[in-house]
């Protein structure tokens, strides 16, 4: 085993400046470690970010112009990942997500795998941000770690005291792609992955409140809020 994922002096917690902005420092990443229970936060990663992406179709009518009437969107693609890490001796990339790999099996190509793994983000407020926000433990659109119902009892990298996060969880994720590439001129030996997520979902609430009437913003039907003029009462560009 490892040995890694929590034990480690990499996984101190050290200190980050309490600024407005985001910043990368207070961004946590989660994973299934091998040897490890529920989500343990992922050490010596160097890269985390995320893509999405959906075409948006035009709608318009034969001898009225070129107007667009509607603008209708497609089916979104999955969310893709950069996971990258420094390569460790005891811990690749494989066993920082659950793969029995490098020292704790035989897991050695994307072919290998057969499970799919989740990853858990963490964007920690600032002290700053927390207080502007009106209250440090339960921040507006952001929540304590691991209080999605779907995901109780499978969070070992709670939050220290009452600093609140942005929580995200990406489900059913597959790696699509990973390299590592041992250089002449170089020392450090990155790996570098994409990862390919069925679904994404908040912390705040389970599954189930992603239907048809989640509330998203920009519903013109709610009281004091005025969305776009193109869905306005009496405002019918196609039927009309």
């Given at each position: 085993m490892s040995g890694q994922g929590g034990s480690n002096y990499i996984y101190r917690m050290g200190t980050a400046p309490n600024t407005r902005a985001a910043i990368s420092q207070k961004n946590k990443v989660f994973g299934y470690t091998v040897g490890k229970t529920g989500f343990v936060q992922l050490g010596a990663i160097s890269e985390f970010g995320f893509d999405e992406s959906r075409a948006i179709?035009?709608?318009?009518?034969?001898?009225?112009?070129?107007?667009?009437?509607?603008?209708?969107?497609?089916?979104?693609?999955?969310?893709?990942?950069?996971?990258n890490k420094t390569l460790l001796y005891t811990q690749n990339l494989f066993q920082l997500v659950g793969y029995k790999g490098g020292i704790d099996g035989v897991i050695r190509s994307l072919r290998h795998h057969r499970w799919p793994f989740d990853i858990k983000q963490e964007l920690v407020f600032s002290e700053i941000a927390s207080l502007e926000a009106g209250t440090q433990s339960a921040a507006p659109g952001a929540t304590e770690a691991g209080s999605n119902p779907d995901y109780q009892n499978m969070d070992t990298g709670r939050l220290v005291g009452n600093i609140a996060a942005l929580v995200t969880f990406f489900e059913g994720c597959w790696f699509n792609s990973y390299n590592a590439s041992f250089t002449s001129d170089a020392a450090i030996v990155s790996e570098s992955s994409s990862v390919t997520v069925t679904d994404v979902l908040s912390a705040e609430v389970s599954s189930d409140a992603y239907g048809e009437l989640i509330d998203s913003g920009l519903t013109p039907t709610d009281p004091g809020v005025t969305g776009s003029l193109r869905f306005s009462t009496g405002n019918n560009p196609i039927g009309g």
């Open positions: 179709d035009p709608v318009r009518g034969v001898g009225y112009g070129d107007i667009i009437a509607e603008l209708v969107p497609g089916v979104t693609e999955p969310v893709t990942l950069t996971l």
